[in-house]
């Protein structure tokens, strides 16, 4: 079972829509994370939250914009996506950004029409 | 920066052989390392971590991973290879200092094929 909970698994969704990722975790971790992974591809990371800031942003498009509402949970607002935004999106947690394990969530399936 | 290579994208044995994949990486100070599998339409596990207590590290399903500083390797391994060890392995080191703490890099992965 992971404990890292992503919805919803798959999306398809048309340019001009909007529309949320939603990534969830109960371990107490205080680091979280989006990536997107292309397939056959290694994940890329887009952002980084530590203690609920955001910490890290890979230059990601402005299309997407993340949130951290409470340490527990992370969003990801999706907003005019272009075709090449298809991808898996994966969430993470770690317990701080210090060298510690990430654990990844099954991912969001995006299919942009 | 750190880096991390993987030899071979893809990795083919026979069910009961051994499993051998291999990670280089590039680190000016001693790295944490990781070794993480991802089985189709999931996300990734991580099979084990290296964080500079021993450099053989044991992990989880039988696989375990020896650190070399002198050839700056980090292969993982398993004695015995099973049908449902076939996924794709993700090498990643941890990015140690600067604004860019804590983020993983990864190597560009192998998939694994077991045949009966």
């Known amino acids: 079972d992971t404990e890292v909970t992503q919805t919803p698994k798959h999306l398809v969704m048309g340019m001009t829509n909007k529309k949320s990722l939603k990534c969830e975790q109960h371990m107490g971790h205080r680091a979280m994370y989006w990536y997107k992974q292309k397939a056959k591809k290694p994940p890329e990371l887009m952002f980084v939250?530590?203690?609920?800031?955001?910490?890290i942003n890979e230059s990601v498009p402005s299309r997407f914009s993340p949130e951290c509402p409470n340490s527990s949970l992370l969003n990801l607002h999706l907003h005019a996506l272009q075709p090449e935004d298809s991808a898996l999106y994966l969430c993470?947690?770690?317990?701080?950004?210090?060298?510690?394990?990430?654990?990844f969530g099954d991912g969001t399936r995006l299919s942009i029409l | 920066a750190q880096s991390v290579t993987q030899l071979g994208s893809h990795v083919s044995v026979s069910e009961g052989a051994l499993v051998l994949l291999r990670c280089n990486y590039s680190?000016?100070?001693?790295?944490?390392l990781f070794w993480y599998v991802q089985y189709p339409n999931q996300g990734l596990q991580l099979l084990l971590k290296?964080?500079?207590?021993?450099?053989l590290v044991k992990g989880i399903n039988g696989f375990e991973a020896e650190f070399k500083k002198s050839e700056t390797s980090f292969h993982l391994t398993k004695p015995s290879a099973h049908m449902s060890d076939a996924a794709e392995y993700f090498c990643?080191?941890?990015?140690?200092?600067?604004?860019?703490?804590?983020?993983?890099?990864f190597g560009q992965g192998t998939i694994l094929t077991v045949h009966p």
């Open positions: 939250y530590s203690y609920e800031k955001l910490s």
């Open positions: 990643a080191v941890s990015d140690l200092g600067g604004t860019s703490y804590g983020k993983l890099t």
């Open positions: 290296y964080t500079s207590a021993a450099t």
């Open positions: 680190s000016s100070v001693p790295p944490y």
């Open positions: 993470a947690s770690s317990q701080d950004t210090f060298y510690q394990p990430q654990h």
